[in-house]
């Protein structure tokens, strides 16, 4: 077994919690680290930091974002009134590389889980409801999973929802079981929101 020195061997083990790091990636980049020159060693310690300490949530709309508003939010050229509804911050990442969606997003950061104790007022829904209420939203798009609790929030909202006229629609069909969005490629999504289907 090969004996690290002890800050190689954290460093090693901290890279490796990493998403789709596993060990042999991890040592690698580390080594890379350590060889490298001192001056980068320095610019991505204090790029990392400065990331950390500086991206925070939009207020409005939850996604990643270093001001308030979010440059989307800011964007008066996007549609105002047309709002895609995802569960993570990351999942605007995904749909803004596809490069077809114009429109306002809501992140709710999770989905209804009564087995896990989350309710409706765990996740952002009461935050949705404000901005119909205040934006003139006429349509919400859910780019959700496909799973049982994604399909159990879709519903709860087009319920809490049903009365302010808003348009409800959902990804086209044909998606995998389990589906989620940063495992799909960007044609994927771009096909799946152009034929999304109306909820009624």
Do not use: W
Not at 1 to 18: G, H, N, S, T
């Amino acid at each position: 077994m090969v004996k690290y020195p002890d800050r190689l061997r954290k460093l090693i083990e901290l890279l490796q919690e990493l998403p789709g790091i596993g060990a042999r990636s991890a040592e690698r980049m580390a080594l890379h680290v350590v060889q490298a020159h001192e001056t980068y060693a320095k610019e991505l310690s204090e790029c990392l930091l400065q990331a950390r300490m500086s991206i925070g949530f939009c207020e409005i709309c939850g996604a990643f974002t270093e001001s308030q508003p979010c440059d989307i939010c800011n964007d008066s050229s996007r549609q105002q009134n047309v709002v895609c509804v995802v569960e993570k911050p990351t999942d605007v990442l995904t749909i803004e590389k596809a490069n077809i969606f114009k429109g306002k997003y809501h992140v709710l950061n999770g989905v209804l889980s009564p087995l896990d104790g989350i309710q409706p007022e765990d996740i952002r829904i009461p935050e949705l409801e404000e901005r119909v209420k205040k934006e003139a939203v006429n349509e919400i798009i859910f780019a959700l999973g496909t799973d049982t609790q994604s399909e159990a929030t879709i519903d709860y909202i087009v319920k809490r929802l049903a009365t302010y006229g808003v348009q409800f629609s959902k990804l086209a069909r044909g998606l995998p079981a389990k589906f989620r969005l940063d495992y799909a490629d960007e044609l994927t999504i771009a096909s799946a929101l152009e034929n999304r289907k109306p909820i009624r």
